[in-house]
């Protein structure tokens, strides 16, 4: 992790210098992952501010959002996939800062960071000891700084804002409204912590939301007769609205589909690690204290007690009362609550609500508005769509693909538009925070191709610096020859290659200490 330069200058009513030791204090706490004060007031926080949303409905955003996105499909269905990542970071920049002005900024930081951070990302993710190269050289380090710097001022402004309007009694309901609010009961040190608290919080949720999101997409491509039950099931109830989070105990399918979504390709594979706190006996291994644990949600996903067909979509498996998943009453279940993509214990994510609500109206919304299906070619044979091209970052999702997205009926596409006006009668804010919907490559697997995605294709908010622009040439060939020396397992395991299926594979990846070797504990 970098830090920007320590030059005192002002970044509205802060300086620079108090910005990075703030953050400098933020990263040690975080390391730690222990019960100490920063974490207990920063999670009471992100707990009440995501509560009172989720109570209010999210303060009915998405019902002025979900038409303007079915609105977009409906003129511009070949830019489906950015069109998905624009819709989150508008609801999540509403819910933080009540505008949607500031969603290009947030998706483009968001989509920056997840580079930074992601294995198949920068060179130092590979090579640990390019950590230590020199900053001409190593150029990730400045475009993380030159990231941070405008993550730190995106925070700073948009909490100024709505402080202003708070004072004068015009704030429109938000996170950051929340904080004003009920600043005395956290002792945060300074509005910056409580300003990048809301942030990064926001930001986490757009990809790791907008990935169940695509994989809907896909799966309905794949396996059309869910789609059609779930038409049949909403027409029923909904008839000619869309679906609203009202609606949830009304439509079963839907949820199934959402959670066999998240099981079925999970957003994030891998799973998060966690740090033993003690000394641990799994299986006949001693896992000393201080070693990391991966919980495998790839693995997790697939067992076959608990998932039987694992790797095909099979929602009935949450509906049906053969499976062992099956829960009642179905008016609540199934649930994204206790599945164990969101993790454990106090660890456990706290936006797994915004994942469910906003999966269940974005998916909702699109079956009630269209139908899709596989394109054919100038012979009528269905051109195939690979199961399992996603992109290789922490948080992934299904590389874009061509598909037909055809609106249901005429009359469907009347609705459509009149939700549209009706939106931007309500509120005159629906156009700004316009992204451009620029399609993106095929494949962003490469990590100069994903950078200038980031930074250049889904938001030209951000201004690369032509200098650092000209710089990843130089570690290109360092990149290729780690690549072809260290084996891409993940890739294989999203591949779902043999090894990924071996009967009894471990659901945990172990990684100790390097100066601690992991022993075979012999139990007498």
Known sequence: MHFPMCQVRKIGNIS???????????MFSYMSLTRQETWKRQRKFANLMF???????????????????????????????????????????????????????????????????SPSGRLSNVLPGAMWMPRWLAWWKVDEEDRQEREEKLYDIAQGEIHDQWVSGKAPPSFTRTYFENKHRFNFPNDLEAAFNVGMSTMAGIHTTSSPLHTFFLAMTHYPEWLQKLQEQIDEVCGDRFPQISDMPSLPILRAI????????PAVPTGIPHELQADVVWNKYFLPKGSWVHPMEWSLSRDPDVYPD????????????????????????????????????????????????????????????????????????????????????????????????????????QQIVRFY?????????????????????????DESKAANVAAETLSPVVE???????????????????????PDRRSSLLSGSPDSKEKGASCMSIAVPSEILLEKHVSQ
């Open 16 to 26: 620079h210098f108090k910005a990075f030791m703030v953050r400098l204090s933020l």
């Open 464 to 486: 690369r610096d032509q200098k650092v622009k000209s710089r990843p040439r130089v570690t290109d060939k360092l990149r290729q020859a780690a690549a072809s020396a260290i």
């Open 258 to 265: 959402i959670r066999e979504c998240v099981r079925w390709r």
């Open 421 to 445: 006006q009706e939106s931007l009668a309500k509120d005159p804010n629906m156009e700004i925070g316009q992204m451009p919907f620029t399609s993106i490559p095929t494949k962003v697997c």
């Open 51 to 117: 509560s009172q949303a989720h109570e209010t409905q999210y303060w009915g955003y998405p019902d002025l959002e979900v038409p303007r996105l079915l609105h977009g499909l409906l003129e511009r269905p070949q830019d489906w996939s950015p069109q998905l990542d624009s819709y989150m970071a508008r609801i999540l920049s509403r819910c933080a800062f009540a505008t949607p002005k500031y969603a290009s900024a947030l998706c483009t930081n968001a989509f920056r960071l997840l580079i930074n951070i």
């Open 310 to 413: 694992a790797d095909n979509f099979r929602p009935d498996r949450w509906l049906d009362p053969r499976f062992p998943t099956y829960k009642e009453p179905l008016t609540r279940y199934p649930t994204l609550h206790g599945h164990h993509q969101f993790g454990f214990g106090r660890r456990i994510c706290q936006g797994v609500n915004v994942v469910e609500t906003q999966s269940f109206c974005v998916m909702g919304g699109v079956a009630w508005a269209f139908n899709l299906g596989r394109r054919k070619n100038a012979r009528g044979i269905e051109i195939d769509i690979p199961e399992n091209d996603y992109h290789p970052l922490l948080i992934t999702k299904p590389n874009p693909f061509h598909f037909s997205l055809e609106v249901r009926s005429e009359e469907r596409r």
